[in-house]
DNA sequence: AATGAATGAGGCTTCATTCAT
DNA sequence: AATGAATGAAGCCTCATTCAT
């Protein structure tokens, strides 16, 4: 507390007038973070849908070409999901290293909020996957289970791409996890 | 230290008669369970070549037919893998809880141990997937980060499902992650 | 830190406010201890410079004139050495026993600060009696030895009058171990 | 307790069929370096009266020559007082740092028995003490304080050179205390 | 008699939280 | 609203002592 109150430039006390515990700065940070990413993603897939299916907006007359939108829409919102969290874990290490070194002192009370913030990237990405599923462009795999090995790939890979001990350009770490991602889960003709 | 010595049945002073410290506890643990986990798969995988090769010994005469030895070769390798992570999952769910509560306690002194632990198990995975990118059965990406992919996939997974999170049975959990790793890495002539 | 904190009236936490460790105030009260005995013992050899020399300034016209003044200026400042230390010892029995008490705690960081503090009294004694060797009031043993002699003299009676054990009047003491060193260590024509 | 075990080369355990506590110990330990010490005394002082009494036994016929032999006597005593306890001090630096160390430990029922201790030594001292004043060898000062300052003054030579922090050979070391005793302490007639 | 594993009271220190100003 | 000195529960560790073998 004393080191948040001087980063924060306050006296310890006054942390106290707008937080009733350390937990609760702790559910709150994860809460904010978190709804960024969400908010990263979000945008960013809408930006997808913005500008990548006006360019193919002439769908034509068959389901063939309807298909290949779709698969180009998918694949292009699975990239933008792993964008979105590179960049995410490019710009917050610190968060990344606070919620590991506090991840013990999360207590009954925080759980369901914390859990709840992570839920919802979860539904987001899951949502996408279960439309890839739901038009064919995607295998028949269990939707969550789906985004958890997405989710998980991309944490592993960006959190040891963010501890140093890979050396890997972050844009070629972000394209091999889309690869393996994407051709593990894409539906072959 | 109150609450170990308690579930251990004996007084807290005794615990110093078996470690120096508590850090010293937690680097114990950590290497212990690693080294089961990494026991664990090595026996997976010396069951792989013992008992798949043999049945695949013929091969017949040519190039072809050795890559397909190659092949099931390094995909049940995967597949041990990933089976030996659940069942360490599976019966281990308290040290994952135990992990991830002290991962802020650890301090200078045991990070060493502690990532050296675990770099051998990430290295012993490597090594099979090295092998498979070398002998042309996964396509070439770089296999840390392969590595890191599929046990980032497997501890997303196998975590939520150890949380009670997702209702999959574990089984087909496992095996909708080996497809979908094993799909994403294996080179398609 | 108990009985620390139960006497000054405050919590045991407070304590950690104004000083970082148990040994920390050790050091401290040491070096305050030290430092008024060494102030009592300059003030009071100011005051015998001031009061003294100048009742005898007159010097009349030979060397024996000056040897006499050297010879009482050296005494008086040793009598006001001795004095000095006896009313420390009356004033601040409690700090003996707590340094006899606590001298086993003393580690390795706290050693340099609390010899230092000590070291000057020596000093500032010994300052005195090499001046009194120097100019022949003395006889000329080594100075040190000479410091370390008085010093002595005057703990152990003192700390004997301290704890009670001997009956006689301060000043007596005070007066008897004067007499003892100023006889044994003045040089007789 | 463990260290003195081991250094005994024995268990833990058995210390206690001897001792009943480590107070005990101690106490123990401090009788028996002080009544080392009074031992190493007593017979340099017999050898005093054995040895240096013959040497003038012929005294003469006069009073003053009696005196003589007296005088002569005190300051052997005294002498072999002082060389007793330099011997003591180089033969027992641990004993005098332990003494230090543990004095904080001495509880309430230690007191009695290692004063006790300490009380013989100062009395045998006293005795010789007081027969000097007796006889007209010593000047009229209470023995006791006498005592106390000449033990004050071994002590503080003893310590500092035994510290390492004054480079005087020993023998010079015992033989200024002694210049500085005797002088302070004789009567001159 | 001897052992040494086990004990647990007590010691020092930290830190989230409170409250008088 | 803001402060920061004060709090005290809780944590880690030591060590003199005990007791079953």
Redesign the interface.
């Known amino acids: 507390m004393e080191a948040i109150a001087r980063l924060a430039g306050i006296a310890k006390g006054t942390i106290y007038l707008y937080f009733r515990s350390k937990e609760e700065i702790l559910v709150a940070l994860i809460e904010d973070r978190f709804a960024r990413l969400r908010t990263l993603i979000r945008n960013k897939l809408l930006l997808t849908s913005d500008s990548s299916q006006p360019p193919f907006p002439s769908a034509s007359d068959q389901a063939p070409a309807f298909d290949l939108d779709k698969k180009i829409e998918v694949r292009e919102s699975i990239r933008r999901i792993i964008d979105a969290h590179f960049t995410f874990y490019r710009e917050h290490q610190e968060f990344i290293a606070i919620l590991?070194?506090?991840?013990?002192?999360i207590a009954r009370n925080m759980e369901a909020p914390a859990k709840c913030s992570a839920e919802e990237i979860t539904q987001l990405i899951t949502g996408v996957l279960t439309k890839g599923v739901a038009c064919g462009v995607l295998?028949p795999?269990?939707p969550?289970?789906?985004t958890?090995?997405l989710?998980?790939?991309?944490?592993?890979?960006a959190f040891?791409w963010a501890v140093g001990q890979?050396n890997?350009p972050p844009d070629e770490?972000a394209e091999?996890?889309f690869?393996?991602?994407?051709?593990?889960?894409v539906r072959v003709p």
Chains 1, 2, 3, 4 share one sequence.
């Open positions: 590991y070194g506090q991840l013990g002192k295998r795999v269990d969550r289970t789906l958890l090995a989710q998980g790939m991309i944490h592993a890979v040891d890979n890997l770490a091999s996890v690869q393996l991602f994407w051709t593990g889960a």
